[in-house]
């Protein structure tokens, strides 16, 4: 189990089938998920490989990059990353908030500087939900030829980065959600140079005898050199001030652990089987930092790290099932499908039989489950493939004898040797086994649509989810347009992203006048007094740039899960590692997490 | 008589009716004519002389500036944007490669490989050289030659992967970088992310292409002037350094 990578060692070259090629560079190995360790209070934690420095030194070489060919990652919970993300979330939500209230305050100063800077009227807190959980598959992850063979007949659902639309605030207030001094940092009231020369109407006796161009809605005359002036003023604040706190904010909360001394986080650790749960930690591991250019940060994550409710478990065995059918039946060929009653019933099997599991009541409920599973239509199978027609007995005996008899085959299609004859007349081109991948490739690459689970689940069926972190270029606009989904008709969808964008607009308010001249028995006189007007009392006018643009980069989030021996995606460089601009938050994790992982 | 008259009256109403709206144009009073052309003089029809041809996108801009200025004052329509698309020419874009600043390509796709194949070949050797083929000039050099203290190309893995390949020579000299924005491997979703829009930033000024032909100097160039214009600019100017950072990054990770 522990150096299942080795097994390439066995395959040869092929001229079909997958290609895992030379950057394929980080591997998950050999995860260490010993229920008995976090016993002893030792954290969860697997082991991951960067295969080049591996070659090297199984190569003799003796530099101290060839020497750190393995690194250890412990375990976060889901709930825990979930947070993180959220955190995220509410850094984005914060920065968004002081660019577009910094640049309408500083452009309609001194009216919204009383109103935010002197006064602090202010909405709500922001306060986002907890961000739900999505797995992706990532495309630079799985192999092509996995890829191609699934999505020959239709498309596939890969998911997409979990953050996709949520760099968004929850509700769009026309009052900051931010505490006005966020954004009311050196601005001072700005009552010159003069801003307009209101628009006005006149009316003699209630009858309108004039009124200014374009009035109510444009005032008589503007000034926009000074607008204009405020608003890329205001623009340079928010992007060298507050755009740097929303990085600093986004290294805060994805590189800090939670809780953050190893006391704190041994203290979360149960003493004993019952209560072991699902412990909320963090344990980031920077892989070069998430700034563009660098690579991530990651943490494997747990949804519990002892799975409790048997039923719970069922469920999510059933779960497996019926994602890793889906794809083999597109992906597989006919004996692979066959195959996959003895690859399924081996992992859930090797699961019941755990140790952790042992003499637990309802253990025995769940092996009949699976027996029922897969029975009968192993053994269907068993009738019609030539190359399994000997395999009979209970099904441990079935199961193991078929598992033989697939290497037989694999090895007869590498030889070149008579398939049809083994497989009844079903065309079997490609080897089962392919050189540099550890295990039946296309197993394990389905692997990357299991959900996260717990520890044991983790062990028996080969496979780790992760959460990874890292920030993209975006260009895009302030709400983010690209958040309208065009994909559907969908009213509620348009009037939500119409009113973001509509309470986002960069508009300076001017208030129009009404001037009333009457002749009043006061004894006879004329009086002329202004006044608001019907029309409103003040009247927004559009300033250039009108939506407020961004391109900078941005902290996206997702969870992918990596099988056991495969490429771990989207990072680079080498764990424990960060680029030098994000030094500022350089605790030595690894430093930190030695003594919770022992090692 | 009277009634003769009455009746011609009567006959001529309609016809008289019409003076209502002749009556409402203006008959050319001097006052009013004065007024127009103070109106038009305030638009600075003057500029129009001293116009620099030595760019269409700046003649462009000056006759864009007074027409509409002129179209507003005087015929009220006052709809045309303060913003507008100039196309630019080749030698302007050679001019703000020779403005010694530093340039960033963004996007992906054939043109952004051409260009950046352009830009690899002028800034090979530190020199700019007319390049050739057959004695046909395909690339042509600015008068007074490139200068460019560093190239950035912002493409997605799969173009970042291939240009390194191509453009060894410019690479080891550093003048030229490569920035994947992406993970490890190819990953379409991430190359989505830059948009499709590709965008040369020369000389603080952006410039949008359409490529057609296989060189550079026979493609469509754009750019953009006005507030808003100038407002994503700044925007664009602060994401040029970000880029900047993070191919320094790349440097530290190897």
Redesign the interface.
Same mark, same amino acid.
């Given at each position: 189990m522990r150096w299942v990578w080795a097994l390439f060692l066995f395959s040869l070259a092929l001229a079909q089938g997958p290609t895992y090629e030379d950057w394929t560079k980080y591997l998950l190995s050999a995860p260490d998920y010993r229920l008995e360790q976090v016993l002893k209070g030792k954290w969860p934690y697997l082991e991951v490989l960067r295969k080049d420095r591996l070659r090297d030194y199984q190569g003799g070489a003796t530099t101290p990059e060839a020497q750190a060919h393995e690194f250890y990652l412990p375990l976060s919970s889901l709930e825990a990353t979930q947070e993180v993300a959220r955190d995220l979330r509410k850094a984005w939500q914060r920065f968004e908030e002081r660019y577009y209230w910094r640049v309408i305050t500083e452009l309609n100063n001194p009216a919204f500087w009383f109103a935010y800077c002197l006064a602090g009227v202010k909405g709500p807190e922001l306060n986002p939900p907890l961000p739900e959980f999505k797995l992706m598959v990532p495309s630079e992850g799985v192999d092509t030829a996995f890829l191609q063979a699934a999505t020959r007949s239709s498309p596939l659902d890969m998911g997409a980065w979990a953050s996709a639309g949520l760099h968004k605030l929850d509700r769009y207030l026309p009052v900051p959600q931010v505490d006005p001094k966020e954004f009311c940092d050196d601005l001072g009231m700005q009552i010159l140079p003069l801003m307009y020369i209101p628009g006005f109407k006149v009316l003699v006796q209630g009858y309108e005898v004039f009124r200014t161009p374009g009035y109510p809605s444009r005032p008589f005359w503007f000034n926009e050199a000074e607008a204009n002036a405020r608003v890329e003023r205001a623009m340079q604040k928010a992007f060298t001030d507050y755009y740097a706190d929303y990085l600093k904010d986004v290294a805060k909360a994805l590189l800090t652990p939670r809780p953050s001394t190893p006391q704190d986080l041994l203290s979360l650790l149960p003493r004993d089987f019952r209560s072991l749960g699902s412990p909320k930690a963090y344990l980031p591991v920077p892989w070069q930092g998430h700034l563009l250019g660098a690579g991530g940060v990651v943490a494997p994550v747990y949804t519990e790290l002892f799975p409790t409710d048997l039923t719970a478990l069922w469920d999510q065995v059933q779960a497996i099932w019926n994602t890793y059918k889906g794809l083999i039946d597109r992906a597989g060929t006919e004996v692979e499908k066959a195959y996959l009653y003895v690859h399924f019933y081996r992992s859930a099997k090797t699961l019941f039989d755990s140790r952790a599991f042992l003499g637990l009541p309802g253990v025995d409920t769940l092996k009949g489950n699976l027996e029922n599973l897969v029975n009968a239509p192993l053994r269907a199978l068993t009738g019609a493939i030539p190359v399994l027609k000997g395999c009979a007995g209970d099904l441990d005996r079935v199961v193991s004898c078929a598992a033989t008899a697939l290497m037989t085959l694999d090895q007869a299609v590498k030889a070149k040797g008579e398939v049809e004859k083994l497989t009844g007349g079903k065309p079997q081109n490609e080897p089962l086994k392919a050189k540099e991948a550890p295990g039946l490739w296309k197993y394990e690459e389905a692997k990357r649509w299991l959900p996260p689970s717990s520890l044991p689940v983790y062990e028996a069926f080969g496979y780790t989810s992760f959460f990874q972190a890292t920030n993209f270029l975006e260009v895009t606009t302030v709400p983010d347009i690209r958040n309208v989904d065009l994909s559907q008709v969908n009213l509620g969808n348009w009037m939500g992203w119409a009113w973001s964008q509509l309470s986002r607009l960069v508009v300076y308010w001017h208030t129009p006048l009404t001037i009333d001249i009457r002749v009043e028995y006061c004894p006879p006189c004329v009086i002329a007094y202004p006044s608001l007007p019907l029309e409103g009392p003040a009247q927004p006018l559009g300033v250039p740039p009108y939506v407020l643009p961004f391109a900078l980069e941005r902290a996206h989030w997702r969870w992918v899960s990596v099988p056991e021996g495969y490429e771990v995606p989207g990072v680079r460089g080498a764990p424990y590692t960060l680029v030098s601009d994000l030094s500022a938050y350089a605790l030595d994790l690894r430093a930190l997490y030695r003594p919770l992982l022992g090692r | 008589m009277r009634k003769a008259f009455l009746t011609l009256l009567v006959a001529l109403t309609p016809a008289l009716a019409q003076f209502d709206w002749l009556s409402n144009l203006d008959w050319g009073g001097i006052s009013n004519n004065l007024n127009k052309v103070s109106q038009v003089l305030s638009c600075d029809p003057s500029s129009l002389t001293q116009l620099d041809f030595s760019q269409p996108s700046l003649v462009l801009r000056g006759v864009y500036r007074v027409t509409k200025c002129v179209l507003c004052t005087t015929l009220k329509m006052c709809g045309l944007p +303060? +913003?507008m698309l100039y196309p630019a020419s080749w030698g302007e874009i050679q001019g703000a490669l020779a403005r010694g600043q530093e340039v960033m390509v963004v996007g992906s796709g054939a043109g952004v490989e051409a260009l950046a194949r352009y830009l690899g070949l002028i800034l090979h050797g530190g020199g700019c050289q007319n390049i050739s083929y057959g004695g046909v000039p395909i690339y042509t050099c600015p008068p007074g030659g490139v200068r460019i203290p560093k190239a950035y190309i912002?493409t997605d $893995?799969a173009t970042a992967r291939y240009l390194k390949e191509k453009l060894k020579r410019a690479l080891e000299e550093g003048t030229l970088k490569v920035?994947a =924005?992406? $993970? &490890? %491997? +190819? /990953? *379409? &979703? @991430?190359s989505g #992310?830059? @948009?499709g829009l590709p965008l040369v930033w020369a000389g603080g000024r952006p410039y949008l292409f359409a490529p057609g032909y296989s060189t550079p100097d026979r493609w469509l160039w754009l750019t953009f002037a006005? *507030? =808003?214009s +100038?407002? =994503?600019a700044? =925007? /664009?100017r @602060? /994401?040029t350094s970000? #880029?900047v950072?993070?191919? %320094? %990054? &790349?440097e &530290? @990770?190897r």
């Open positions: - | +303060d +913003d912002v $893995g920035v =924005v992406g $993970g &490890e %491997r +190819d /990953a *379409p &979703e @991430l #992310v830059i @948009l006005g *507030p =808003v +100038d407002k =994503v700044l =925007v /664009a @602060l /994401a970000y #880029v950072n993070a191919s %320094r %990054r &790349e &530290e @990770l």
